[in-house]
């Protein structure tokens, strides 16, 4: 999958007024912050770096490939001109995949409008394999791993994560860190659980503080897991249900005691393993003046004889 760079024809100063911004830009959000930090650059020095633009076939406009914030901050001071690099016309491939590489030189983006340029770039292309996608937009392949399961989603919530104003948009970190659980195929098949439903449950918890960060997500994630491995899916499906629907329950009342101990259990049991391949060629005449060693495995062997001699007491008739 190659794309060829659009070919440059030369700078020059094109008036403000028959530029426009480039459709397929995945960076649709612009914090007030820094583009008053830039303009009030550019009010002192000008813009230095010139913009690169193409001009549109159809409408003759010029289309801004890199520079979009130059440009509106240009607009802002009432600029009637800005210096421009103009290239040829892109194709659409070519177009997104600029953007993509003038991502990787800038400062990251939010997530989500990069997601959906790169949904339109793997339908364009017919190629979703990760690493390919991966090497011809310049992005790291966990960060089309990432992408994908932003586009998972249904589209309001796609929304949320586009809300012009910063203190009410919802992360993409939200949306990812709940992923593995929405998607859990135990949880799928749960009868009570929709998708959405269960994800307007998790966005309100999430808003009241109930859930304080989103890597609960991780321990919610655990703590199903655990059940699965101690056989307990109707006890975890009755605990994930009632944290889903009680505004107040926190992540710790989905915990399963018996699936605790059985991964301590299993823990414990992979660790004495390790010890026992460790001890079964063991040179002692080697190790005579470890003294520390000796002593730890002094303190263990007592630590052991007590846990099971309580073992012992409570398995008698």
């Known amino acids: ?13 094109i008036r403000i007024d028959v530029l426009e911004p480039n459709p397929h830009n995945p960076r649709r959000l612009f914090d007030k912050l820094p583009l008053e930090t830039l303009q009030e650059s550019i ?21 801004i490939l890199d520079g979009q914030r130059r440009w509106m901050c240009a607009k802002a001071l009432n600029f009637k001109l800005v210096p421009a690099n ?58 089309v791993v990432r992408c994908k399961k932003l586009l998972s989603y249904e589209k309001k919530y796609q929304e949320m994560t586009l809300d012009p104003d910063p203190d009410l948009r919802t992360k993409a ?17 749960f009868d009570w659980f929709t998708p959405v439903k269960f994800t307007d449950q998790m966005i309100k918890k999430f808003e009241s503080g109930t ?15 655990n059940a699965v491995k101690a056989d307990r899916l109707q006890a ?7 944290f889903a629907e009680d505004p107040a329950a926190t992540v710790d009342t989905l915990e399963l005691k018996a699936a605790e101990s059985h991964k301590i259990a299993r823990d414990v049991t992979r660790e004495v393993q390790k010890l026992l391949e460790r001890f079964e060629n ?36």
Not at 214 to 220: L, P, S, W
């Open 282 to 317: 063991f040179d002692v005449d080697s190790m005579y003046g470890e003294q520390v060693m000796w002593d730890s495995m002094e303190e263990l062997m007592g630590r052991l004889k007590f846990l099971l001699l309580q073992a012992d007491r409570r398995l008698r008739p």
């Open 211 to 225: 859930l304080r960060a989103v890597t609960d997500f991780r321990v919610v994630k655990q703590h199903i897991n």
């Open 1 to 13: 999958m190659t794309s060829p760079a659009a070919k440059a024809i030369g700078v020059k100063q």
């Open 86 to 143: 103009e290239v040829e016309e892109p194709t659409l491939v070519q177009n997104i995949v600029t953007m993509f590489q003038i991502h990787k030189l800038r400062e990251d983006w939010e997530l989500m409008p990069t997601a959906l340029k790169l949904e339109l770039l793997m339908k364009e292309t017919k190629d979703s394999n990760n690493k390919r996608v991966a090497a011809l937009t310049g992005l790291d392949e966990a960060v």
């Open 43 to 63: 009010k002192r020095v000008g813009i230095l770096v010139p913009i690169t633009v193409y001009q549109d076939s159809r409408t003759k406009r010029y289309v």
């Open 173 to 189: 970190d939200f949306f990812i860190e709940l992923y593995p659980v929405r998607h859990d195929r135990n949880v799928q098949r």
């Open 236 to 242: 975890i499906s009755n605990k994930l249900k009632r």
